[in-house]
């Protein structure tokens, strides 16, 4: 890994001048936890470095990309859950 760019217009990352993923779109790009975006985290903590497996990295963007399927999913039942809820006046 030489640099870490994303494109949205094509959804790729470059990691070099020949090598990229593809199929990164904008949502899965932006997916923090902890205040980083994930898939930009973990290739710039392999940068200059040989030894990882770019299939770790494919099987991450697929999990951020189900998990991001899921929060859509998981919407409206915490709002649901929400308009029953008990509230506290202080």
């Known amino acids: 890994i030489e640099f870490v760019r994303y494109d949205p217009d094509t959804c790729r990352v470059a990691v070099n001048?020949?090598?990229?993923?593809?199929?990164?779109?904008?949502e899965m790009w932006e997916y923090q936890i902890g205040g980083y975006?994930?898939?930009?985290?973990?290739?710039?903590?392999?940068k200059g470095k040989m030894d990882w497996d770019f299939r770790h990295y494919l099987r991450i963007a697929t999990a951020i990309a189900r998990t991001i399927e899921l929060q859509r999913e998981l919407e409206p039942l915490y709002q649901a859950a929400e308009a029953h809820c008990i509230h506290w006046n202080s």
């Open 17 to 26: 001048k020949d090598k990229y993923f593809e199929g990164i779109t904008p």
């Open 37 to 46: 975006r994930v898939l930009e985290k973990w290739l710039k903590d392999r």
